[in-house]
């Protein structure tokens, strides 16, 4: 009894058991079926989608898309930048700068930063992937070596002094030739034997135009947004002497720049001086004016005391006259007077009264009275007789 029950209970598990394998297959083939019928892309990126049949789609638009069980390929459409540096960073290849031999034959190796971007259009990106298969492959076999291609030839157009007091120089003739082509270069020999480059050049339209090479960037739309060169690191020999020749050129500025400094300074003394002088010369000539101001004054002052005194003198003088002449006057009064007193004839001056009233009376008095008066109130004091 026990037996036969265990016996069915192991029957049901066998028959079970294939079933729930089955669904668990089916639930993995659906995810697998899932995830590769549908795909999505990102912002600044480009999926290429190779579906089984062979036929190629180009996905720009960020989102979910069908992917049809078709291999996948990954672009970076936004700005990226490759760095060609002798310390690369975690993950980069190795030493990447690029070494470079100058026109005087001085070496040396070029950091630097470089920023491209590639199209947006989707027929661009489609050439890219038939030509290149790999967004990897398009910067090791396309970008780097263009890279390398015009720092390189550029430099050998320019000597070690040029790459390294004129660096503003070199990084636009890196940047030009990236954007727009390889300069042609025709060699020339002056009379000395020394052999220069110049650059070949066409006249269009009125306009000096510079013949380029091909520049593969165009064809691909792939465009180059920024240029950075971090350091150019000299061979020793050239290293040393580039300073030796920056450090005379420092101490000849530095000099230079003091000799215009004591100069300046110089002038600024005699500026200082000149405004001395002039400042002394204006005090004295104020104080010139000002002793001849108060010498006038004083002058003044004398001819007014002067005037005052002759007017004082001639006042005076006036009146010693003017007395004289009263003092004969009332002398000449009192003397007829007198001389009226002792005779019998009428006075010539009558005061309330006849001309006949007596003699002696107190009416005639009142006239000496008068005179007495006058004569002391203009200074005049008749003389005594004798």
């Avoid at 049901?12 to 083939?29: D, E, K, N, Q, W």
């Avoid at 898309?65 to 490759?82: H, M, P, R, V, W």
């Avoid at 298969?133 to 390189?152: F, K």
Wanted: aromatic content about 8%.
């Amino acid at each position: 009894m026990f037996g036969k029950g265990l016996s069915d209970q192991l029957g049901r598990t066998r028959r079970i058991f294939p079933s729930a394998i089955g669904v668990l297959a089916l639930l993995v083939i659906a995810l697998v079926a899932v995830f590769n019928l549908f795909d999505h892309n990102d912002v600044g990126y480009a999926t290429v989608v190779q579906f089984p049949n062979g036929s190629v789609r180009v996905i720009t638009e960020p989102g979910i898309f069908f992917q049809g069980f078709g291999k996948l390929t990954i672009y970076k459409t936004a700005n990226d930048t490759l760095a060609f540096s002798k310390d690369p960073k975690e993950g980069d290849p190795g030493d990447t700068s690029i070494p470079v031999r100058f026109r005087d034959g001085g070496q040396g190796k070029v950091t630097i930063d470089v920023t491209f971007k590639l199209p947006e259009d989707k027929e661009s990106l489609s050439r890219i992937h038939t030509d290149w298969h790999s967004y990897e492959q398009l910067e090791r076999g396309l970008v780097r070596p263009q890279v390398n291609n015009v720092i390189q030839l550029t430099a050998t157009k320019l000597s070690s002094e040029e790459s390294y007091t004129q660096k503003d120089l070199f990084i636009n003739q890196v940047f030009d030739q990236l954007t727009s082509g390889i300069y042609e270069y025709a060699m020339v020999v002056d009379q000395d034997g020394k052999i220069n480059f110049k650059l070949k050049a066409s006249e269009k339209d009125g306009k000096v135009i510079v013949d380029r090479q091909p520049n593969p960037f165009h064809s691909y739309k792939i465009g180059i947004t920024k240029v950075t060169v971090r350091d150019i690191d000299y061979a020793e020999e050239i290293n040393l002497t580039l300073k030796a020749k920056q450090a005379a050129i420092q101490a000849q500025v530095t000099s230079k720049a003091n000799a215009d400094k004591a100069q300046q300074e110089a002038l600024e003394a005699k500026a200082r001086g000149e405004k001395m002088i002039a400042e002394t010369l204006a005090e004295e000539s104020a104080k010139t004016a000002a002793a001849e101001q108060e010498l006038k004054r004083s002058r003044l002052e004398a001819e007014s005391i002067r005037v005052r005194a002759d007017a004082e003198a001639y006042a005076k003088r006036a009146n010693a006259s003017a007395n004289k002449s009263l003092d004969a006057k009332l002398n000449a009064w009192v003397e007829a007077n007198k001389a009226w007193a002792g005779s019998s004839a009428a006075p010539p001056v009558v005061f309330n009264g006849a001309p006949g009233a007596g003699k002696g009376g107190a009416e005639n008095l009142y006239p000496l009275l008068m005179m007495k008066m006058l004569s002391e109130q203009v200074g005049v004091n008749p003389k005594p007789e004798r």
